[in-house]
């Protein structure tokens, strides 16, 4: 029996996801690699977040979008599952605003990082 559970997420580009983990300071892996698990079970994931206890978070790709696959009995993150991918949402939407924003030809004019956390963008075009 797997011991890994399966998250859905509404994270679909595999670049902002890396990104957003890149910003938070967490060091992953390219993959296909595998996330280790319990009693040396494994799952392929597109990215790997290695963990000192040799348990892994991974991103997978159902299809429709990434999902978190971890064995949460060993969890070691400094937040906890809701937070670590509360965190990563706002990042991956971060970086996908600016990515596709830019590709309209739209430039960042201001960031503002807000007391409640949320951070409010403004971008520009000119004609």
Known sequence: MSHFSNIKTKIRDLSSLKASLSAMGI???EGPSPVRGYQGQTVKAEVVVQQENN???GF???GNEYELVADL???QQPLTVD???RKVTQGYAYHTVLTQSSKQGFNLAQE???ADGSITLV???WS
């Open 123 to 125: 971008v520009e075009r």
């Open 73 to 75: 009995q060993y969890w």
């Open 83 to 85: 937070g670590f991918l």
């Open 55 to 57: 348990y892994d978070i």
């Open 60 to 62: 997978t790709w159902n």
């Open 112 to 114: 503002q990082k807000n």
């Open 27 to 29: 060091d992953w892996k």
